[in-house]
């Protein structure tokens, strides 16, 4: 049996065979995969092993992008937030030279 706190972990699990954890798609690859997942010659699993993502990530590009002629690839992560004029004014917190941290030891 497994434990609960190692379910995910697949290198504990599985330490053989190596995991690719994100691979980038870029507008060729995800015109291809739209066009094989039309054409049904091939399923969702062989698309993905050969360009080496999974299954599920080939199904999720698939559905987005099936009715784009050209997929445009937006910029990962956040978006930045601007800094507004009342927080540039702020005055900067006091620092503390008595603080031990040697407590948390």
């Known amino acids: 049996m497994l434990s609960r706190n190692n379910v995910l972990s697949v290198n504990k699990i599985r ?5 690719v ?11 291809w995969i739209v066009k094989e997942s039309e054409r049904r010659e091939q399923g969702f699993y062989s698309i993905a092993k050969q360009q ?4 599920r990530h080939a ?28 927080e540039k004014e702020l005055e900067p917190l006091p620092v503390d030279n008595n603080f031990r941290f040697d407590r948390f030891k």
């Open 15 to 19: 330490p053989a065979v190596e995991q």
């Open 59 to 86: 199904r999720r590009v698939a559905k987005r992008y099936k009715n784009d002629k050209n997929p445009i690839l937006k910029r990962c992560g956040r978006k930045p937030r601007l800094i507004t004029e009342e």
């Open 21 to 31: 954890l994100m691979k980038k798609l870029n507008k060729r690859k995800i015109k």
């Open 52 to 55: 080496k993502i999974t299954a």
